[in-house]
Every structure is written in structure tokens, then in C-alpha cells.
């Protein structure tokens, strides 16, 4: 309803905030920053943190952040102190949305390739000449050996994917943009373009099954809103449960 041309709200007032910092990064304009702040909002750290500091968090027992420049993560100690730098490998730049460390000392990266194909093989009126964007994940052991690599092409069907236009020159298929070891250690990955979760096999790389988008082996119960759209930071909660923020795009 409304009162004198506003909405009615509710205020709800939290005085009991969760006791532990919140690790930030800032996004716009320059000055970026990183920052470290307090459950009052107060800062405890921050500086100016230019091309870096994409992803600022807590990852096992160190802090983690991207090196835009490069193309690479930074790992720091509890001291902020860097002690190591990750990078992708077989030719291919780290992307920025997520990195997991492992508790062994492995750690997961995604990165992007593309190729060129056919596409008029696959969909009608697809591009001859046609050029694919696709996810790849790559696990590296605490020796910084990749011992396993996801390619999305290998083991998905572009076909598949109606809810894109898959007639364009120059297709983005997937935006990869958070990795979860899951509670029976295989991996799930959200792919925003087509709001879904994948559930890769960190064995074989088959996917195991997919919650939402046009593979949907789902249904979600008693949703007015007909699912999840353009969803960021699947995680897999102690109790069972997967959350993940519902962009609600159209």
C-alpha cells in the first residue's frame, strides 16, 4: 500500500552483528581499495589498491587477491605479508572471479579459451566462421602441479544452450563466476550466462547434473519468481543447503 505517495517499510535495526571483519573490495571509479573493517563498519585496513584486490578474502589460512595486470592471484599471510603468486597454465590468464585453496595446499583457478567453429553445423543460421568463448577450470596440487583441467567444450553441448543466440560471430558462452569444492568433493560451478550450476565430476569432468538454465534436472518448489537469474557465489552451507545470491535479472 501507500501513504501520502510513499511506500509502507519496515526498519529492522540489527544490534547484535556477526563478531568478525568483513574483507572488501571497492569497485567504480578510481581509487580502489582493499580493506579490512570491523562489525561496527569501522576500517581496520585499507589501502589504495589500483589494479589489484579483485576477490579480497579470507581463503583457508591466508588472504587472496587478483593482480588485474597480470592476470594472477597474490596469496598472503596473516601478517600481509605475500608469500606466494598463482597463475594458470598450458597457455591460458587467470580469470578473476573465483580461486579456492585447498586445505591440502592445492588450489582452483577458471580461466577462458575460445575457438573458432562452425557453428551452421550445429544451429540454423549459425555462423560459418564463428568464434566460442568457454570456461576452463584448472586444480593444481601444493607442488603447483595441474592435476586436473575442466574444459567446458569437451564436456558440454553447445546445442544445448537455445536460451542463447547461437548465431553470432563471436559467442560468449559461459561466465564462470564461483567455484565450491562440494561436501562429496566433486565441484560446483556457477555459469551466470545461462543462470545455471554445474556439478563437474572432479574425476572425469562429466557433469553430474545441472540446477537451473536449459539442462535444468530440477524443479524448485514454491517459487513465485520460476527459479534463480544471473546468480553470483554458489556455496554449499554446512547443513546441506546451496546458497547463492538470485541476481533477479530479466
Known sequence: GQNNGYHNYEITINQNPFGSNLFIHTMGDQPRYIAIIDSQLSPSWFINSGEFGLD???????????????????????????????????????????????????????????????????VSGGNPNA??????????DQNKNLIFEWNAWDHLNIADYTNLDLTRLRLTWMHGNSIEVDQDF????????????LKIDRNTGDVLWYLGGPNNDFTINNDSFNGFNKQHDVRRLSNGNILLFDNGNE
Request: proline residues 0%.
Open 186 to 197: 566433486h565441484l560446483l560451478v556457477s555459469n551466470r550466462r545461462s543462470s545455471e550450476i
Open 56 to 122: 579480497f578474502k579470507v581463503n583457508q589460512n591466508y588472504l587472496t587477491f587478483f593482480n588485474k595486470s597480470n592476470q594472477n592471484w597474490i596469496v598472503l599471510n596473516d601478517k600481509m605479508k605475500e608469500v606466494d603468486t598463482l597463475n594458470c597454465v598450458n597457455g591460458y590468464k587467470a580469470d578473476y572471479h573465483d580461486i579456492q585453496l585447498l586445505q591440502n595446499g592445492g588450489y582452483i583457478l577458471q580461466a577462458y579459451d575460445s575457438i573458432n567453429v562452425n557453428m551452421s553445423e550445429i
Open 131 to 140: 568464434i566460442v568463448i568457454y570456461l576452463i577450470i584448472q586444480e593444481f
